[in-house]
């Protein structure tokens, strides 16, 4: 494990370890005995955002390593007005219809599913970790 990983996080990853199958937020209170619920979901959002965990459709948390083409990557638009989800190894091609409710700077969890003719992948937003607070709608 990685060593700037705080105390906190080395022992939420033992527990899922431990456990050998996904566990839900209340689990990790329960067993890590954690007061602090703000605390512990800034965390989890962090662990997320760092790809030490991924949220599934039942929102338990399981360890990130275990989960096949899946990535965290920000939501941007080129020049052409393609969407893509940029991540720290590729560029993932989104349909609108993908999007899943992001808009353009928002943290992701896409999912790849094929590749596009120009060598890129194509995926599906599955959730917004973190909402782009600078960015403006108007109508």
Known sequence: MSENMSEEEISIIELIKRKKKSISFNQIKNELKINDLEKLSRLLKNMEINKLLYVNKYNEYQLFDKCQNINVGIVKVNKKGKIFVSTKKESIYIDE????????????????????????????IKRIIMRNKNQIISG
């Open 97 to 124: 219809s993908d999007l899943n409710g992001a808009i353009k700077g928002d943290i992701v969890l896409v999912k790849k599913n094929e590749y596009c003719k120009e060598n890129n992948s194509k995926g599906k």
